[in-house]
C-alpha cells in the first residue's frame, strides 16, 4: 500500500503561482510513476502531468507544458507540480497517483490516490 497527501492548494489570483507536494508513505516510493490529475466542478478528471519512477522523463499536456512543472525527490518521497502563470480555468481539486502500468495519461495506470488539494484562481 502507498499513501498519499497533498498539500499546497489554496487561493491565487490568476497570473500567479503555486506549488502542490505530494508526500507518500508505505511501499517504496521510488518504484512508482508518479502522476497528477484534476477535477473541476462538474467535470471529467484530466490529466496533468507525469513522472517516472527515475524522475528521468517527465509528461505534461499540451496545453499547461511551460506553465506546469512535474518533479520528484525521491529521497524525500515527494513529488511536485509547480504551477505558474495560473489561470481561472485551471481552479480545480488536484490529485497525485501512484503507478506502474501505461500509458501514463491514464487514470487507470494508477493504482493509489491523494485526497486532493483545492486551487482556486481568482480572476
Known amino acids: 500500500q502507498v499513501q498519499l497527501v497533498e498539500r499546497g492548494g489554496g487561493l491565487v489570483q490568476a497570473g500567479g503561482s503555486l506549488r502542490l507536494s505530494c508526500a507518500a508513505s508505505?511501499?517504496?516510493?521510488?518504484?512508482?510513476?508518479m502522476g497528477w490529475f484534476r477535477q473541476a466542478s462538474g467535470k471529467e478528471r484530466e490529466f496533468v502531468a507525469a513522472?517516472?519512477?527515475?524522475?528521468?522523463?517527465?509528461y505534461h499536456t499540451d496545453i499547461m507544458k511551460g506553465r506546469f512543472t512535474i518533479s520528484r525527490d525521491n529521497a524525500k518521497n515527494t513529488v511536485y507540480l509547480q504551477m505558474n502563470s495560473l489561470k481561472p480555468e485551471d481552479t480545480a481539486v488536484y490529485h497525485c497517483?501512484?503507478?506502474?502500468?501505461?500509458?501514463?495519461?491514464?487514470?487507470?495506470?494508477?493504482?493509489?490516490w491523494g485526497q486532493g488539494s483545492q486551487v482556486t484562481v481568482s480572476s
Open positions: 497517483a501512484a503507478g506502474c502500468k501505461q500509458p501514463s495519461y491514464s487514470e487507470g495506470s494508477y493504482d493509489y
Open positions: 508505505g511501499r517504496t516510493f521510488s518504484s512508482y510513476r
Open positions: 513522472i517516472t519512477w527515475s524522475g528521468g522523463s517527465t
